[in-house]
Structure formats: C-alpha cells, structure tokens
C-alpha cells in the first residue's frame, strides 16, 4: 500500500474513490469516532487512491470470494421458497462462517440474524429452487452442507 490505513480508512477512501458517491453515512458512536471519520472525509476525493491501492483492495476481495464454498451471489431468483428458508440469507451467513474458520464465534451471527423458520433445517430438499438458480447451484445438497455446519452449534437444541 503507499501509505498504512486503518480498516475504516481503507473502507471510506475506496467509497470516497467513486465518482458516482456523494454520501458516506457511518454508523457512529462517541465523539472520537465522528471526528476520525470527518478527518478522513477531509482527506479523500474522486479518484484520489492509487492504482497499486485499487489493486491491493481487488486482491484482498478474490481472497475473500475464493474462501466462498457456495457460488451463491445472493440474487434471490431461487426466492421464495415455500418452505421460507431465506436460501441466499442462510448460504451468506455459511460463507462467511467457513470463510473465517472459527466456528465456535461465526455460528452466533446465523441463529441472531437468519430467523428460525427461515433457517436450513427448514429445507425438505424438494428442489424447486434449482430451476431458478442462475448460477447452478445444486441447493438442496448445499442446504445440507448449511444445516450440518451449523446443527451442533444452535443454541436452543
């Protein structure tokens, strides 16, 4: 990188960078916070980062997407399942689980944030939501993989 940046510098310059940007809302809060990012604001403009910087922020985003063990771009063409198993919710929240290798902290975020009725073990494996699927994702088998990973960790069994 040509300079060292916290990780909430490096998220408002790459916003900052884009020409169609005029807004940056940041969720804030104590007084520190609001004049570091009034700081960085003052300091950022289109196009201000550096083509090694933009390059930087690309190679750390393929690092990302080739942890990713389920394609799923969260289209929602598979949605809605008559079963309600939110499918792009259940398969993000699995990504990011496995993305970051530590179970026992990443399985909080999916039994907070994906509501029961709409959770994995909801899925009878019909298959409707194939047909739908633009990026081929075999679904039932990867809700499987979803209900598996996260199945010892709910809380409520």
């Not at 490096?10 to 609001?34: I, R």
């Not at 198993?85 to 993305?99: E, M, R």
């Not at 907070?112 to 709409?118: I, R």
């Amino acid at each position: 990188a040509d300079k060292k940046r916290t990780p909430v510098e490096w998220a408002f310059e790459y916003l900052w960078d884009k020409p169609l940007v005029t807004s940056v809302f940041s969720g804030m809060s104590n007084m520190d916070q609001v004049k570091q990012n009034i700081a960085i604001a003052e300091s950022c403009d289109v196009n201000s980062m550096s083509e090694h910087d933009r390059q930087i922020l690309k190679d750390v985003t393929q690092v990302y997407k080739s942890r990713e063990e389920i394609p799923c771009t969260g289209c929602r063409y598979c949605m809605p399942c008559h079963n309600r198993v939110d499918i792009p919710h259940c398969f993000k929240q699995y990504n990011i689980a496995k993305s970051l290798d530590y179970i026992d902290k990443t399985a909080a975020p999916y039994f907070w944030l994906v509501n029961k009725d709409e959770r994995a073990d909801s899925c009878t494996f019909c298959g409707e939501c194939n047909i739908q699927c633009p990026q081929g994702i075999d679904i039932p088998a990867e809700m499987e993989k979803v209900f598996d990973f996260f199945h010892d960790e709910d809380p409520s069994v």
